[in-house]
């Protein structure tokens, strides 16, 4: 759980509660492999053992109608704790029973006498083949409740036992007042107990669309009162709690509005709030938030590290908008250190490769893995030495274990981009050449198939594709490096990077400019520019533009050390023919190849910048403290720190 604490802490936090204390629908949200599966399996692992808690998966492949979550959750919720007594969920259960099985009848008396009727059959009929009614939806649903990523085998088995462990019986239909409770429920027409669960059914077999939508707004208020009551009892748990996987999903994003719509109607009413603590998480920007700019939406993401009962309070809105409820928090990536912890305890021998695989994943934690998994692989050459770096140089296209023609570029794209078309596909290789999504789109648009230039854009940002530490829309550093990876395989690199250098040029923004000349190959130009600048800006500032313009992508062949690149790109010259240009060639050529991982993965170009940067001080006679100091930092570097929270 390397990153998550501050949802641990939350969850315990609401979990220690008493009852009616109001508690937000928190929402882990990031793009997929961002850890949220793992994340509900660490969140069991930790609590589930000693509170009720049920999982669904919304990706699952199963339809997950409301009425199917809503059994599937109250099932699992059943499950018998030494330290509490069994909850039980008359009402979800009688309004499900009744909803259940379409009734034939000719008028309203014969139906109260069928409905009576058919709620003995169908409990009769379910304790004989099931053991109770929830566990009929097993039947239908039951693909949904399979253990997540990274639940411990502890947490699959509770689970299983949950799903399965029959044999409890209904209550009896006199030992409840469930029916005059959907009598009394302000949507349901009829104040006749029987007549009201009539309407549930007529609603649900023969109603129209709003009528079935009140039907599943009735079965959740029913499920959150069950919860209410529960917990008035003797020895009862004193809060529950959900986690809900993948919630982008068509049913995910309905479950969840109508459970926030089922507290808000509650919260208006009056009505103390249910003790549920409920954890989702979604891939996607959902459609309840209004425009995936979030410029609609009062919520602003939080990091993980940051989250507390305290902090979602604060910034909550007013109880009458659905708004009040969410608690969204932007999964981050893994920092540095968090990196090289999992790496020691996974794979040891590997872990002075965690500043390499920080590096090029940048802590996405599906990135780390899949890395991990490639450098586990057993044809990789022995450690240390040029032909390791070699191998390391070409890591993405090397095939993975359990495919049969996959490399790992293909397979972490895949991963990503799932559901993304093959145009789009395309589209994105020829725009990760721009740093700016945004501005690669508008200018690329040209040779983007059907001109999809903004509507990909809205759909990369819907899925948490972006990077959430900068301002302008910049793809995540995984993902554009993998397409880079594709476009640097393809004709049109250069054609991209012209056109993206075209642009900027025009538009006066000639640093700008100069990136793309790089990443095109023109080491020249570049160089020139540089060395125009370099006597008449402080070097401070000169630095900073070098740093800018180097990090521009490169397709230099892959089967080359970065030494004897490096001497094809910028050969020495002569000791008495050393200039500014000279020198300024060489650490362009040398920091470019250094500021990608793939370009120099054992950073073992630090000495020749740090050497260039000396003689660049040499050279320039004064203003030298920052030429100075850029060489200390390269000959004794040390990787940054990075942040613990992304908010």
Known sequence: MRGRS?????????????????????????????????AHGAIMGRFGVDHPFAYLNFASGQALLPRYALALIARQLERKLPQYRVSRFPRLTLGLLASDRELRMTTRAEGRRAIQ?????????????????????????????????????????????????????????????????????????????????????MWRHNGTEQEKRNLDRVLFAAFLDDLRHDTARWFAPGSYLLLLDNCHTDHGRLFLELLIGARRDAALAGTPCDPLTVVGSSNRWLDNWGSSSGDQWPWRLRGPDRASL???????????????????????????????????????????????????????????????????????????????????????????????????????????????????????????AARDLSMGSQVLGAVTPGGTGESLFNEVRSRWLLHPERAEPRLHPWLRRLLLWRLAARDEWNAVHELMGEHFEAEGRPAEAMYHRLAAGHVDEVVAYLAARFRDRSAADWIALVNAVTTAPNRLPSDRPPLALLGDLAP?????????????????????LWSDPLGDPGLRLNSVIAAKYDR????????????????????????????????
């Not at 411990?152 to 399965?164: C, G, K, N, S, Y």
């Not at 020495?572 to 470019?592: F, K």
């Open 6 to 38: 501050g949802i641990m802490a939350l969850v315990a936090e609401c979990l220690d509660q008493p009852p009616g204390t109001e508690r937000p629908v928190t929402m882990l949200v990031g793009p997929r492999g961002s850890g949220a599966s793992e």
């Open 117 to 201: 009727r058919q709620l003995d059959q169908f409990r009769q009929q379910a304790e004989e083949r099931y053991g109770d009614y929830l566990a009929a939806f097993l039947e239908v649903a039951g693909s949904a409740l399979g253990a997540p990523n990274g639940a411990p085998a502890v947490v699959a088995t509770i689970l299983r036992d949950a799903a399965r462990g029959g044999g409890r019986r209904l209550p009896g239909r006199n030992s409840s007042s469930a029916p005059q409770w959907f009598a009394d429920h302000p949507l349901v027409p009829s104040h006749n107990p029987w007549d009201a669960l009539l309407e549930l059914n």
């Open 310 to 432: 305290d902090d979602w309070r604060e910034r909550r809105p007013a109880h009458d908008s659905d708004d009040s409820w969410w608690y969204p928090l932007r999964l981050r990536d893994l920092t540095l250190d968090e990196v090289r912890t999992g790496i020691e305890l996974a794979s040891p021998r590997h872990s002075d490769l965690a500043p390499f695989v920080y590096r090029l994943t940048r802590g996405l934690p599906v990135a780390v893995r899949q890395v991990m998994d490639a450098l586990d692989l057993p044809n990789a050459p022995r450690r240390g030495g040029e032909e390791f770096d070699l191998w390391l140089r070409s890591l993405p296209g090397h095939q993975v274990r359990g495919t049969a023609h996959a490399t790992l570029a293909d397979a972490a794209l895949d991963h990503l981009l799932e559901d993304f078309s093959a145009a789009q596909r395309e589209a994105l290789v020829r725009c990760a």
């Open 572 to 592: 020495e010259e002569p000791a008495q023919s050393i200039t500014d240009t000279s020198v300024i060639r060489g650490l362009v050529c040398a920091r470019w």
């Open 616 to 647: 660049l001080s040499e050279l320039r006679g004064s203003d030298i403290v920052a030429l100075y100091d850029e060489a200390e930092r390269y000959r004794h570097w040390r990787h940054p720190l990075t942040a613990a929270d992304g908010g």
